[in-house]
């Protein structure tokens, strides 16, 4: 299988900062690597997807970058409907694997 | 509108079984893998399992392979999920998602979610 492994597993910020999350795959998955956010309660939806294609409808504060094994999810400027869970995707061989998550908290 | 819509949850005991139904709308359902993805209680995201768009290729996470079956009826526009030999890790929101049709564009779309509890 293989593994999805998100840093930082949490990490605290405030309105107006940037911020970056990382995801390391355990062997290359080409483009097929997805960002999801989660808000407490409700339904993961997705952010970006292809590693850096904008979800129709996402600010574009957000954006992903990455080749490879390694890729990153970047929001540039924080707001306050911004702090969440994040889950990276891959969906380049079975089984699909998600990462752990990285909570983003105010601080 | 585009949507998903879980049902079939509840409380079970474990070894027995349940069947979740997503019914879909609003888009071609047919032309799509779908997918179903669960969520244990305060963590993250598992991938279960996933259909092609015609029913001819099926693939499982290996924790359920054996005891869970995916099948759709693309006339009604319906996704399901037979669960059989519950057992408590089982337990979470079971979401239907919606994968793609070339494979890149997937995961777009998200059901509100069922809840399975495994519990004797």
């Known amino acids: 299988d293989i593994q999805m492994t998100q840093s930082p597993s949490a990490m605290s910020a405030s309105v107006g900062d940037r911020v970056t999350i990382t995801c390391r795959a355990s062997?290359?998955?080409?483009?097929?690597l997805a960002w999801f956010q989660q808000r407490p309660g409700k339904v993961p939806q997705r952010v970006i997807y292809?590693?850096?294609s904008l979800q129709s409808g996402v600010p574009l504060r957000f954006s992903g970058s990455g080749s490879g094994t390694e890729f990153t999810l970047t929001i540039s400027s924080l707001q306050p409907e911004d702090f969440a869970i994040y889950y990276c995707?891959?969906?380049?061989?079975?089984?699909?694997?998600f990462g752990q998550g990285t909570r983003l908290e105010i601080k | 509108e585009v949507q998903l819509v879980e049902s079939g949850g509840g409380l079970v005991q474990p070894g027995g079984y349940l069947r979740l139904s997503c019914e879909a709308s609003g888009f071609a359902f047919s032309r799509y893998w779908m997918s179903w993805v669960r969520q244990a209680p305060g963590m993250g995201l598992d991938w279960v399992a996933n259909i092609k768009h015609d029913g001819s290729e099926r693939y499982f996470r290996d924790s359920v392979k054996g005891r869970f079956t995916i099948s759709r009826d693309n006339a009604r526009k319906s996704l399901y999920l037979q669960m059989n030999g519950l057992r408590a890790e089982d337990t979470g929101v079971y979401y239907c998602?919606?994968?793609?049709?070339?494979?890149?564009?997937?995961?777009?779309?998200w059901g509100r979610g069922t809840l399975v509890t495994v519990s004797s």
């Open positions: 292809a590693i850096s």
């Open positions: 995707l891959q969906h380049n061989s079975y089984p699909y694997t």
């Open positions: 062997q290359g998955i080409g483009n097929y």
């Open positions: 998602a919606r994968e793609s049709t070339s494979g890149i564009d997937a995961f777009d779309i």
